[in-house]
């Protein structure tokens, strides 16, 4: 069986890179790069290059295909800046001889999913700070969510982040990931924090958590995001926001808040003993 975390080129496929990632909560991706092939990475997510790497700092994502001279640039970088990304990403380009590696690493605890988008259709649409890396050629924008209630409730806004292109792409994911295939019509309920990503023809809407006693008592919020297939969800156990409220409350002195999806905020607290 092949290693999902691994894979080496194959010579029928043009910019097909080879990569490796290493580590469990705490990974990187290594990839190796073939002379005057190139990776983007987000700023600040390299940990290490060998000298034959040289790195170029660019608006937006470097895939080349904005058009428009400046303006076209500036649109992209525009549209990473609404997303919650850096209006810069680097490339990273091998121009010497032989085999160069470079590797990337997560700022967060979690998985580093490589995706190759001609296997899923294109397109990936993921949470908006998703994107760790990909070979040169991906292009990054913004995903609307057209409902009103899915944007005000849906756990990421009204905007996400949409992956284009046919190569590799690795995004950061928060604990362990599942990866779930929809058949049409199928349904899945998941916690609104923790859907990843999904391939754009799943359906994404909300379902009520329950009665009245559920939303306000159950921990769980008041709406789940209803995923209808066809197509593929990703699913995070850890999302970096449920991460960061426990870390908060634990500096707070207050420990673990068993309801962290109340509505009810510091009074759902205060009812449930949490404080």
């Not at 080349?64 to 303006?71: A, E, N, P, S």
């Not at 990273?92 to 899923?120: E, Q, Y």
Request: aromatic letters at 8%.
């Amino acid at each position: 069986m092949a290693n999902p975390w691994q894979h080496s080129r194959s010579g029928s496929i043009a910019d097909d890179i080879d990569f490796e990632i290493k580590g469990q909560e705490l990974q990187f991706v290594e990839i190796e790069l073939d002379p005057g092939e190139s990776a983007v990475a987000e700023a600040g997510a390299m940990v290490w290059k060998d000298a034959a790497v040289g790195m170029t700092t660019v608006f937006g994502d470097g895939s080349g295909d904005q058009g428009g001279g400046f303006m076209g640039k500036l649109l992209g970088a525009g549209k990473r800046l609404v997303t919650g990304e850096s209006l810069f990403t680097t490339v990273f380009t091998h121009n010497g001889g032989g085999k160069a590696r470079v590797a990337f690493a997560s700022p967060t605890p979690g998985a580093i999913l490589p995706i190759k988008l001609d296997s899923v259709g294109g397109t990936l649409i993921c949470q908006k700070d998703a994107f760790l890396a990909a070979a040169r050629g991906v292009s990054i924008g913004v995903e609307f969510q057209r409902r009103i209630m899915t944007g005000l409730f849906g756990g990421e806004g009204f905007i996400m982040q949409r992956l284009d292109g046919d190569g590799w792409v690795f995004v950061q994911m928060g604990g362990t990931v599942v990866e779930r295939t929809l058949a049409p019509g199928e349904q899945l309920h998941v916690d609104t924090g923790c859907l990843a990503a999904y391939t754009p023809s799943v359906d994404f809407d909300l379902v009520g958590a329950g009665g009245v006693k559920s939303m306000l008592f159950g921990g769980e919020g008041a709406f789940f995001a209803r995923l209808t297939g066809p197509g593929k969800v990703w699913i995070q156990s850890l999302p970096f926001s449920r991460l960061a409220g426990r870390m908060m409350q634990a500096a707070m002195g207050r420990g673990q808040s068993r309801g962290e999806g109340s509505i009810l905020g510091e009074l759902g607290d205060f009812i449930g003993n949490n404080r």
